[in-house]
């Protein structure tokens, strides 16, 4: 099942990037950026095939995906800012977020936003989510999309070095297909067991508060 789900997913990537180029991949990285589970592991290292044969250059390729990642943060921050505080406080226990989080998030980014935006970024799953809270914590949003851009260029530079390093063996080495097939199947693997883990961890911190 999740190879199938996969294969679905880096076949819509291919396509895209195929057929809109730079702009395909920032409407991509867009996509991830907007707390939608598309994996920038597939995205990039694509774009970096792209590169080795010439159709790309890699510096562009990753400028492309950070624009991607900050304009799709525009849309998770916005609904965060406008709407996630009043539907978390009364939705929250539905969605396994209580108070406390909520509390929480408003001091770290008051505090630390400019640097929790920064390494987030860097960060697999978490740089998908990361401008919802943001949002969430009304950071200031001209720091916000410049730690976005800042901490979104270098992990899309180094994804798209990998695509161009292993690019020229793509079609000639078997093994480079296997271990890119193996590797977005851990990653998927990954991203279940991550969310998993939020939510058992979640229920049972929610069963132990108190009832007003």
């Known amino acids: 099942m999740f190879e199938k ?8 990537t291919i ?8 702009v395909g991949i920032a409407i991509l990285m867009a996509i991830e950026s907007a707390c939608i589970p598309l994996p920038s592991e597939i995205i990039m290292p694509f774009a970096g ?3 080795s044969t010439g159709r ?7 400028t492309a995906g950070a624009i991607g990642c900050n304009l799709g943060s525009i849309v998770a921050y916005e609904i965060g800012k406008r709407g996630g505080r009043p539907v978390a406080e009364r939705w929250g226990r539905y969605l396994l977020i209580g108070p406390g989080e909520l509390d929480a998030a408003d001091r ?17 799953v978490i740089r998908s989510f990361i401008a919802f809270p943001a949002g969430v914590a009304r950071m200031r949003l001209v720091p916000f999309h410049v730690y976005t851009f800042l901490g979104s260029w270098p992990w899309c530079f180094g994804l798209a070095w ?3 390093k292993l690019g020229s063996k793509w079609d000639s080495d078997p093994r ?22 939020y939510i058992w961890h979640r229920v049972r911190g929610l069963k132990r508060t108190p009832q007003a």
């Open 15 to 22: 396509w895209v990037i195929s057929s809109g180029g730079y």
């Open 56 to 62: 790309f250059d890699l510096y562009l390729a990753a």
């Open 162 to 164: 990998v695509g161009m």
């Open 176 to 197: 480079v297909k296997a271990a890119f097939h193996r590797a977005d199947l851990a990653i998927g693997i990954v991203l279940i067991a991550l969310v998993a883990f």
């Open 5 to 12: 789900i996969l294969g679905v997913l880096a076949t819509f």
């Open 108 to 124: 770290f980014f008051a505090r630390w936003g400019s640097i929790a935006v920064l390494i987030g970024r860097l960060l697999p």
């Open 49 to 51: 095939y792209l590169v």
